[in-house]
């Protein structure tokens, strides 16, 4: 039978099961695509190191080296497999595939000067400290969760936060993540728009195999003034705007449990009559049938 794919439909395709790879499970989907994806030359090292780089930022992945780590995501890339760290004030490279720093270089013009700086340094402080007191970051026992966040600033004086947090248990059957991005200009003083998203997703996989994929976009105007007050405003909107995500995902949950799967059910079998639950009736129907 012929090939119904060519090669480069198969390899389309195969991106895709990657890019859509739940947090901390893409090694085994790579591992995966090359025993099923053939010829074996489709899963090629060009392909791999391409489509690794995609989903490194498509997940807001933490990769760490020996001194560090940094947030692959499109806020912070200077170049293709290049990070900016703003805190450190260094450009990380990284092994897309193995997901780890390979090197790092001084890159302090990237980060910001003037007010831009003060702005950026006074987001950054505030963002850690709201991370330390509300974001897991496996300091309690038994915890594997794991994470981070930045603050960037360009020369326009626009401000893009990240936070990128893992919650990973693969021998539980289970992985998490939460990644979240925020922008508004500090360029002058006033009202500004805080615009933001917020994306979730979590995998059971113990005996099935279930996800929930949840993307929450919102706004809100916050007082551009000095450096310290604006920064406050600000991560102070975004914890607001987080704590009201995470409550109507509470509020789904219940939804679903007293509503959504009850209108699933039918209220009445096909007969139009309510089940008889006694055993004895259905006895009887059994020694009525085998006869």
């Not at 780590?69 to 170049?79: D, G, L, N, S, T």
């Not at 720093?101 to 850690?128: C, F, P, Q």
Request: proline share 4%.
């Amino acid at each position: 039978m012929a090939d119904e794919y060519t090669p480069a439909q198969k390899a389309k395709i195969a991106r895709h099961f990657l890019y859509v790879t739940p947090h901390g499970e893409v090694a085994d989907i790579v591992k995966d695509l090359k025993k099923v994806v053939k010829p074996a030359s489709i899963i090629s090292a060009e392909w791999l190191a391409e489509s690794m780089t995609e989903y490194n930022k498509r997940r807001f992945e933490i990769v760490s080296g020996d001194n560090s780590k940094v947030i692959c995501c499109p806020q912070a890339e200077v170049e293709p497999n290049k990070y900016l760290h703003p805190d450190k004030k260094i450009v990380c490279t990284v092994d897309p595939v193995a997901q780890k720093i390979t090197s790092e270089a001084d890159a302090a013009k990237l980060v910001g000067s003037g007010a831009n700086a003060e702005y950026r340094e006074a987001m950054s402080a505030s963002l850690k400290a709201y991370l330390s007191a509300f974001y897991e970051d496996g300091t309690s026992p038994n915890s594997v969760a794991s994470g981070a966040g930045s603050v960037f600033v360009s020369p326009s004086g626009q401000i893009a936060i990240v936070v990128s947090f893992k919650n990973l248990n693969p021998n539980n059957y289970w992985t998490g993540g939460w990644q979240s991005e925020w922008t508004l200009s500090v360029a002058k003083k006033g009202k500004a728009k805080l615009e933001g998203r917020i994306r979730i997703n979590v995998h059971y996989f113990e005996e099935g195999n279930v996800q929930l994929n949840s993307t929450f976009n919102e706004q809100a105007d916050v007082d551009v003034a000095d450096p310290e007050s604006t920064a406050k405003a600000v991560i102070s909107t975004i914890s607001q705007m987080e704590t009201e995500f995470q409550k109507k995902l509470d509020q789904f949950y219940v939804q679903m449990h007293d509503s959504t799967f009850k209108n699933m059910r039918r209220f009445l079998p096909k007969t139009g009559k309510k089940m008889d639950w006694r055993a004895r009736t259905h006895n009887l129907v059994s020694e009525a049938a085998s006869k």
